[in-house]
């Protein structure tokens, strides 16, 4: 059996960072990139207190109403929707051009959250979508979106909590079939897990790969600022007694592109792009106020070849 991965929620929990995302989704909708951003679902999968914060910051006038609490909680779903608009693009327009004029292809969604593809990317129109998660967070998923229909050919749930069962076993059972390609996107999930837990998923995504099969992976590059801005604004939240949607689940691991392209390599795939969020950001027209973060996100895009190294 591989071993484990030890993963960042906590048992019997839904994942707050999977709520903070989509939020930071919502903020983003109609306001960032509007040309090439959209995400009018991420609301429709929020609750009425997480909404609250995401009015307030797509309020132009700007002054949050409240107290430190509410502002604390604008200024976070405000700084992370200028992260996730660029990011959501790449990763749109990179799954977009993998399924373009291939039949017979599938999706594999690495720890989904509350991502709102299956239920607004036309690209998925003609594709089965398997939407991987920890069962609490996917449970969670499943009644908020309970009212909406997928654009997905087709969505298959495979709830798995990688601390206790391979990925393998879990997408076998949900019916994947590793004979024909997969598109499998890793999206807001590797910062949580440590360096030998990311090799760990990805050796079990290699092994169900057909060739030309596609990685599309996010990743955090290494920033001493952004460690200790992360720690602090737990730190912050706690003595403050304020909810965070981070305290809970720091961040493990950050990979340079070099370390990226050896562990994709390692595993089979050969890296065709990799760029950081802050040039994408530019490039769209999205706000680039938080630059540094902006900076240390990553987006690389990789193609399954096999090889001898990835053992196959
Ligand atoms: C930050 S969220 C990202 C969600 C989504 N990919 C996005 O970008 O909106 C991290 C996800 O990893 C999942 N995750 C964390 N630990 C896990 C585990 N042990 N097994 C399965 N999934 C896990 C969480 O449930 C959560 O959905």
């Known amino acids: 059996m591989p071993p484990r991965v030890r993963g960042a929620v906590k048992s019997g929990q839904a994942s707050r960072t999977a709520i903070f995302v989509c939020q930071g989704r919502a903020v983003a909708d109609g306001r960032m990139a509007v040309d090439r951003f959209s995400d009018p679902v991420a609301a429709r999968l929020l609750g009425p207190e997480e909404l609250k914060p995401v009015e307030a910051a797509r309020d132009d006038a700007g002054t949050a109403q409240g107290g430190g609490r509410e502002r604390w909680a604008v200024e976070s779903v405000r700084a992370c929707a200028e992260i996730v608009a660029p990011r959501t693009v790449m990763i749109d327009e990179a799954v977009t051009s993998a399924l373009a004029g291939q039949d017979g292809m599938q999706v594999v969604l690495l720890g989904a959250g509350l991502d709102t593809r299956p239920w607004r990317l036309p690209a998925l129109e003609t594709v089965k979508v398997f939407s991987v998660d920890h069962p609490d967070t996917q449970a969670d998923t499943r009644s908020r979106a309970a009212d909406l229909t997928p654009v997905a050919r087709e969505l298959v749930f495979a ?66 600022t952004a460690t200790l801005g992360r720690a602090a604004g737990s730190l912050v939240a706690r003595l403050g007694r304020v909810e965070s949607a981070t305290a809970d689940e720091p961040w493990r691991s950050a990979w340079t592109p070099a370390q990226t392209a050896e562990l994709l390599t390692t595993h089979g795939f050969t890296v065709e792009q990799d760029v950081d969020l802050l040039d994408l950001a530019r490039r769209i027209d999205s706000p680039t106020k938080h630059g540094r973060s902006l900076r240390n996100g990553r987006v690389a895009v990789a193609r399954f070849i096999g090889s001898a190294r990835a053992g196959r």
């Open 159 to 224: 709830p798995v909590d990688l601390t206790r069962e391979p990925l393998d076993t879990a997408l076998e059972t949900a019916g994947h079939d590793r004979a024909i390609p997969t598109v499998w996107i890793w999206e807001g999930v590797v910062p949580y897990l440590r360096k030998a837990e990311v090799a760990t998923t990805a050796t079990a995504v290699a092994a169900r790969s057909a060739t030309g099969s596609v990685m599309v992976v996010n990743y955090q590059t290494p920033s001493l």
